[in-house]
């Protein structure tokens, strides 16, 4: 089983760009899907961007579709979230998680998450 490690958080104005990373250990990344997900302060975790095994397959939240891209390295097992025209509604806490199967937007479907980086985007 993987292991996931976020980075690439931090603080950043409106309008601006941050690209996230999500690296994983273990074997077989190439196996597993990824989510990214993403909580405010005093919301829930909702969905973000997932992205298949092989990057074959990408879905988005309708609020990021056109301003994020999700990809992924597996040589590196390195899955990312780059992030556009970042606007305040956008400041949360990212998580990556990782599921075998398909990528899904359904967090209940993820067993392995990382601890989170957070976004901050100032006005």
């Known amino acids: 089983q993987v292991q996931l490690v976020e980075s690439g958080g931090g603080v950043v104005q409106a309008g601006g760009s941050l690209r996230l990373s999500c690296t994983a250990s273990?074997?077989?990344?190439?196996?597993?899907?990824v989510g990214w997900f993403r909580q405010g302060l005093g919301q829930e975790r909702e969905f973000v961007a997932a992205i298949s095994g092989n990057g074959g397959f990408v879905r988005y939240a309708k609020s990021v579709k056109l301003r994020f891209t999700i990809s992924r390295e597996n040589a590196w097992n390195t899955a990312h979230l780059e992030m556009r025209d970042l606007n305040v509604a956008d400041t949360a806490r990212y998580y990556c998680?990782?599921?075998?199967?398909?990528?899904?937007?359904?967090?209940?479907?993820?067993?392995?998450w990382g601890q989170g980086t957070p976004v901050t985007v100032s006005s």
């Open positions: 998680a990782a599921r075998t199967g398909p990528e899904s937007d359904l967090q209940d479907h993820y067993r392995i």
């Open positions: 273990g074997r077989a990344f190439g196996d597993y899907s």
